[in-house]
T-cell receptor
Framework: DAGITQSPRHKVTETGTPVTLRCHQTENHRYMYWYRQDPGHGLRLIHY???????DKGEVSDGYSVSRSKTEDFLLTLESATSSQTSVYFC??????????????FGPGTRLTVT | GNSVTQMEGPVTLSEEAFLTINCTYT??????LFWYVQYPGEGLQLLLKATKADDKGSNKGFEATYRKETTSFHLEKGSVQVSDSAVYFC????????????FGKGTRLHILP
C-alpha cells in the first residue's frame, strides 16, 4: 500500500453524527475507490472516482457521499452514522504501482465503530 | 452477469501441507483474474494475476492458472508456512478497460505449526 494513506485509522462515533474518512495518494492516479469489508460479505464497493469531481456509485452507496476536489484526496462522508455502518473501510487506487492499469492497490483501512 | 465464487473457509492445514483454494468465475468477454491476500490488520495486497487464457500467475510460491475451459483460477502452493495464514480473495475485471474489480467473498486460511 505504498503511497496510499487513510485517516483516521480508528474511529468510534455515536449514532447520528457525521463522519468523514480521508484517503490520500501520492501517485497521481486517476481512479480511486471506497470499499467496506464486513464478515460474510467480502469487499463491497461504496463509491468510486474517475477524476477530480467525477464520481459514481457502487453497490452499497446509500447513506454515503464522496468528494474529490483534488487528485490526491478522496473523502468518504457518512452524513448521519448508523450502527449498520460499523465496518472496516478501505480505499484503493487503480493503476501502476509497477503494475498493469486494471489492478487495484489498497490502503491500510479505517476501522469505524458506530455506537 | 460477472461474478466470482470461491470456496468457503476457514481452511486449516498443517505447516508444509499442499494448499488449494478453489475459485471459479462467470464473465462475459475475456476477463483478467487476480488473487489478493489480506494479512491480519492490513489492507489487501495483490498476490498474483493472469490476463489471458492459460497464463500462470505466480508469486511467493503461490501459483494459479487461468483456465478458460473450466472458468477457474485455483490458487495453489506446494508447502505452506505459518506466515501464509491470511484471507485470500479471488477477483476479476471483465476486461482490461473496466473501472471496477469484482471480488469473491474471501477464504480464511489457518496454518498450524
Amino acid at each position: 500500500d505504498a503511497g496510499i494513506t487513510q485517516s483516521p485509522r480508528h474511529k468510534v462515533t455515536e449514532t447520528g453524527t457525521p463522519v468523514t474518512l480521508r484517503c490520500h495518494q501520492t501517485e497521481n492516479h486517476r481512479y480511486m475507490y471506497w470499499y467496506r469489508q464486513d464478515p460474510g460479505h467480502g469487499l463491497r464497493l461504496i463509491h468510486y472516482s474517475y477524476g477530480v469531481k467525477d464520481t459514481d456509485k457502487g453497490e452499497v452507496s446509500d447513506g454515503y457521499s464522496v468528494s474529490r476536489s483534488k487528485t490526491e484526496d478522496f473523502l468518504l462522508t457518512l452524513e448521519s452514522a448508523t450502527s449498520s455502518q460499523t465496518s472496516v473501510y478501505f480505499c484503493a487506487i487503480r493503476g501502476a504501482l509497477g503494475g498493469a492499469i486494471n489492478e487495484q492497490y489498497f490502503g491500510p483501512g479505517t476501522r469505524l465503530t458506530v455506537t | 452477469g460477472n461474478s466470482v465464487t470461491q470456496m468457503e473457509g476457514p481452511v486449516t492445514l498443517s505447516e508444509e501441507a499442499f494448499l488449494t483454494i478453489n475459485c471459479t468465475y462467470t464473465a462475459t468477454g475475456y476477463p483478467s483474474l487476480f488473487w489478493y491476500v489480506q494479512y491480519p490488520g492490513e489492507g489487501l495486497q495483490l498476490l498474483l494475476k493472469a490476463t489471458k487464457a492459460d497464463d500462470k500467475g505466480s508469486n511467493k510460491g503461490f501459483e494459479a492458472t487461468y483456465r478458460k475451459e473450466t472458468t477457474s483460477f485455483h490458487l495453489e502452493k506446494g508447502s505452506v508456512q505459518v506466515s501464509d495464514s491470511a484471507v485470500y480473495f479471488c477477483a476479476l475485471t471483465p476486461t482490461n478497460r473496466d473501472d471496477k474489480i469484482i471480488f469473491g467473498k474471501g477464504t480464511r486460511l489457518h496454518i498450524l505449526p
